[in-house]
């Protein structure tokens, strides 16, 4: 459900958040931002703000700006931030602060310097959202506050439940292919968690996880297993052999009744080729023991198991004689930078290697442009998803797009490299 994270001088995705509760707009305030540093990059996401109508206070230190913060809380932060230094404490500061707004980082750092810090400010309760790196251009600076839905005038989607959404049919099913990178084919999807409202439309991606509870989660992980499954129905014509994956919490291993899920919605197609549950690495590595028992009992049902944003945990990884996932993807901070970057390429490739290793698929996440793509065909990587290709899309557009493949009228970018 999570579109995994912007890098990049094209930087256009943003990772799946929060919806809100209640369709009446009774409260209508203007959203506002906090910018910290002064950088090229501020001065980016300067001239593009101001364009939406969003109030934007700037500061030059981060203490003012904290100081700020304790009396209103903006909606994101747009901060300029070096791990190395003053930088590798300052998220212990911004821990301490209980920031509950949004947090987006602007790093000239390599990936593999940056990640660290960042997933150790998310462990801590930050909500930050992936790392725009310099250079990066005025689209970067608008798809995030779409996303964060911060251009649609803020509609009043704080108050909304994912229950009510689901109730309500608001919730719609998007895909992003997956090409395999040996055959120059479609191979697989993603499933993603879209809402449309009645009244302000499609809502940005930022605007169906932000707010949602442990439960909330596990509620949509259900139903999007449960839509995953009835729609490869649709697809089985023209792609019987893509496997959809979906993006779960590693508590839904244990929480929901995930074999009951897939015995009921489950294709009855002799060939179907099964789902991917995908975990991220930072909840996986700790969660390894529940994962294996989990994988010996899904098996049967046609159920893999994946381990999204991968690049911190590689040691541990190693260490599985017998892995209990089919694919091992690379988390697109090092893939944005891999064909620019050494340590991200390093990372990349050793990730490449160690999922051949322990025979299962390594997986490019992220891919923009044709340089990642050069970079990482080189290495051998299997499977790559990425805007290069295609960005998710509403199930008819996919549709429309597996027809088009299938009748060669569209070409592999893969191809072009």
């Not at 094209?10 to 209508?28: C, K, M, N, W, Y």
């Not at 108050?159 to 990178?181: G, T, V």
Request: net charge neutral.
């Amino acid at each position: 459900m999570s579109e995994p994270r912007r890098t990049g001088p094209s930087q256009t995705q943003a990772p799946e958040r929060g919806l809100s509760r209640t369709p009446s707009r009774t409260v209508d305030r203007q959203p506002s931002c906090f910018i910290v540093g002064d950088s090229r990059s501020v001065q980016t996401v300067t001239s593009v703000i101001g364009d939406f109508g969003i109030r934007l206070e700037g500061f030059d230190r981060v203490a003012n700006m904290l100081d700020a913060a304790k009396h209103r809380q903006p909606d994101v932060i747009f901060m300029d931030f070096d791990p190395v230094g003053p930088g590798a404490t300052l998220i212990d500061g911004l821990i301490a602060s209980r920031l509950s707004c949004f947090i987006q980082f602007m790093s000239m750092r390599s990936p593999a310097l940056v990640e660290k810090v960042r997933r150790a400010g998310e462990a801590g309760g930050l909500r930050i959202l992936p790392v725009l790196y310099d250079p990066f251009d005025h689209a970067a600076v608008v798809q995030v506050v779409d996303d964060l839905g911060l251009t649609r005038g803020y509609p009043a989607t704080q108050q909304l439940k994912i229950q009510h959404m689901l109730d309500m049919n608001w919730i719609e099913p998007w895909y992003q292919p997956k090409i395999d990178l040996n055959k120059r084919c479609l191979v697989g999807a993603e499933i993603f968690a879209r809402a449309r409202h009645p009244e302000h439309g499609m809502l940005g991606s930022g605007c169906v996880l932000a707010n949602a509870t442990e439960s909330d989660l596990l509620l949509l992980t259900s139903y999007m297993i449960a839509a995953a499954l009835r729609d490869w129905r649709e697809f089985a014509d023209l792609a019987p052999e893509m496997k959809i994956a979906v993006n779960i919490p590693v508590g839904a291993l244990t929480k929901l009744p995930i074999a009951a899920i897939v015995r009921d919605n489950r294709p009855k197609h002799r060939n179907w080729p099964g789902i991917i549950l995908e975990m991220k690495e930072a909840e996986f590595v700790p969660g390894i023991a529940q994962a294996q028992d989990a994988a010996a009992e899904l098996a049967s049902l046609g159920v893999s198991l994946a381990v999204d944003d991968c690049g911190l945990a590689y040691d541990s990884l190693a260490r599985l004689k017998q892995p209990p996932f089919c694919e091992l993807k690379i988390d697109r901070s090092f893939v944005a930078s891999c064909g620019r970057d050494v340590p991200s390429a390093d990372i990349c490739e050793s990730f490449i290697a160690l999922a051949h290793h322990l025979r299962v698929k390594a997986v490019a996440e992220g891919i923009e442009t044709a340089q990642e793509l050069k970079t990482l065909s080189g290495m051998k990587c299997d499977v790559a998803q990425g805007h290069l290709f295609a960005r998710p899309m509403a199930k008819g557009q996919f549709l429309d797009q597996i027809r088009q493949r299938a009748e060669g009228k569209v070409a592999s970018p893969a191809r072009r490299t």
